[in-house]
């Protein structure tokens, strides 16, 4: 039989470059005199540019000429930290798990809301370890919706059912689920409790129990 099919979010899965979102988006609302907490944060893990603006809002209505201008301003704050990112930036257990996987012979994905998200694997280093990277600009639905992760199914020629997802936001979880995939939720229960099995990171999981995940 075909090895299946592991697809991989990137942020708060392989890194952590939540903090680095949360500063850029911190640094526009202080520029704009806009209240953002930390905790305001947490909603906008795993969610679009334009869906985490909007967040950020709280309702607040600006033109679309400034929409856009807001959101280069936070991406170029955003990139400016990207230029610190190397491998020594990767979450503890992803080098291993991702060469363990490889070793075994599954397809190896990628599926990031991030526009930014091919910069950060060759800051990482570990672009050629990927068989299909659905970023930021492969599909129009962002997460929830779960075209992102079907997206990579097809780039791999795996049906849905022969794919597992790594994922840390709620909005990624329901995507796998709605994308009919079995999904490891990486964070706490109240975050990813819908998935088929949580756990703390790739440090946390064996290939073994991921595999058996398939045939659950
Ligand atoms: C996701 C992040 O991976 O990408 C979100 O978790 C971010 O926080 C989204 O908003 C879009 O990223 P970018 O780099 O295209 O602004
Ligand atoms: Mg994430």
Sequence with gaps: ????????????????????????????????GLPFTREDNEALRGVSRRESLNLLLKGKQIP?????????????????????????DLLPGARSFLE?????????GLASASR???????????T????????GYAVQNTKPAPDLFVWVAGGFQLPVTRCI?????????????????KCVGIGPHERVGQAHLVCDGLHDVSLEQIMALETA
């Design 128 to 135: 050629n370890m990927f068989d299909v990277i659905g970023d």
């Design 165 to 181: 997802v790594f994922e840390d936001a709620e909005a990624g979880v329901t995507a796998a689920l709605r994308a009919g995939m």
């Design 100 to 108: 363990a996987a490889i070793n075994a012979g599954a397809k190896i």
């Design 1 to 32: 039989m075909v090895n299946p099919g592991l697809i991989f979010d990137l942020d708060g899965v392989i890194t952590d470059t939540a903090e680095y979102h949360y500063r850029g988006w911190k640094q526009l609302a202080d520029d704009e």
């Design 116 to 126: 930014n998200a091919k910069t950060v694997l060759a800051c990482l280093q570990i």
């Design 64 to 88: 679309e000429e400034t929409a856009q201008e807001w959101m280069t301003r936070k991406n170029n704050y955003y990139k400016a930290y990207l230029e610190d990112i190397t491998p020594a």
